[in-house]
């Protein structure tokens, strides 16, 4: 082998090294790209679930709230039954958003829990009106009771699709109610 077919031949090796060296530092740079694509693109549909996750919530306890009100007093007006109506109907709506949204099946269960306890106590306070019932009954107590259960049960599933662990419990002592 000649002087000139060596440096030939040690020239294609580097040239073939230089190329091989380049096609794994190209793949690994793609590789890493698409890893950053796909972190991204999870923290962007995290941050969306945790927002929609958030407006049920807010939903939820704004709910809860009118018709806690609601349970307690003795005489229910018209605009008492008003806001209970809107404030389900704004959790419905919110609900039924989220169902477009989301794919994971123990969220929606839980949500689709919650909504129909909702429909529950909201059709239980604004019908007391016309049946004279009492502002705070053993079963408007079970409704209560049944509509925090299922708060807890879309709470846990919130937490678990967005961060896992262990679910909440109940803070109240069991077989107690407490006012919404």
């Known amino acids: 082998m000649t002087e000139t077919q060596a440096a030939l031949y040690a020239a294609a090796v580097g040239a073939l090294s230089a190329l091989v060296v380049g096609c794994i530092a190209g793949w690994a740079a793609l590789r890493?790209?698409?890893?950053?694509a796909e972190a991204?693109?999870?923290?962007?549909?995290?941050?969306l679930r945790s927002e929609d996750y958030a407006n049920f919530v807010r939903a939820m306890f704004r709910f809860?709230?009118?018709?806690?009100?609601?349970?307690?007093?003795?005489?229910l007006t018209a605009d008492l039954a008003n806001e209970v109506r809107a404030q389900y109907a704004?959790?419905?709506?919110?609900?039924?958003?989220?169902?477009?949204?989301?794919?994971?099946?123990?969220?929606?269960?839980?949500?689709?829990g919650l909504v129909n306890c909702a429909y529950a106590l909201h059709s239980?306070?604004?019908?007391?009106?016309?049946?004279?019932?009492?502002?705070?009954?053993?079963?408007?107590?079970?409704?209560?009771?049944?509509?925090?259960?299922?708060?807890?049960?879309?709470?846990?599933?919130?937490?678990?699709?967005l961060w896992g662990g262990k679910p909440l419990r109940h803070s109240r002592p069991a077989g107690t109610s407490t006012d919404l």
């Open 124 to 161: 239980r306070v604004t019908d007391r009106r016309q049946l004279y019932l009492p502002s705070r009954d053993a079963a408007m107590d079970r409704l209560l009771e049944q509509f925090e259960d299922a708060e807890l049960a879309v709470r846990n599933a919130f937490r678990d699709d």
């Open 40 to 47: 991204q693109r999870k923290q962007a549909d995290w941050q």
């Open 90 to 112: 704004d959790l419905a709506n919110v609900a039924a958003t989220l169902s477009m949204r989301i794919a994971a099946d123990p969220v929606m269960d839980a949500m689709i």
């Open 32 to 36: 890493q790209t698409a890893k950053t």
């Open 64 to 75: 809860r709230a009118s018709v806690g009100h609601a349970a307690k007093t003795s005489q």
